[in-house]
């Protein structure tokens, strides 16, 4: 396909979610397929929209397909998709996160990426330290 009509279709479901996200949501897997797509812009445009969509129930398959794509991506978008992942996973004080030690294996595994920039890196351990405080279940796991 055109890559000007699968932005453009990626940008008009952006400003259809404010209104009607569960119409969006049902295209949750060709939104996640467009993170593939050689086009960096379409792969950002993508992002932003799975990152309005998390909810409880998908949030830890988004993340795992995140983290999968993530391992294949390099320099400024690299660091861009783990600040992502490090936002959906945060967001709205852990509201969707209902296994923290799931979420402390997933920050270490972001933990152990080579090229991490400081902003991220300062993410992390502040999420580390977070949890820590705020989880007491998750201590003993950390």
Known sequence: PDQNLKYLGLLGLHKLMKQHLRVVAEHKDVILDCLEDEDSTIRRRAIDIITRM????????IVRRLLQHLKGAEGDYRNYVMGRII???SQESFAFISDFAWYIDTLLELTVMVGTNHENAVALKGQFI???VRVRGVRKFA
């Open 130 to 132: 977070d949890v820590l």
């Open 54 to 61: 998390v909810s409880r129930k998908n949030m830890s398959g």
């Open 87 to 89: 936002q959906i996973c």
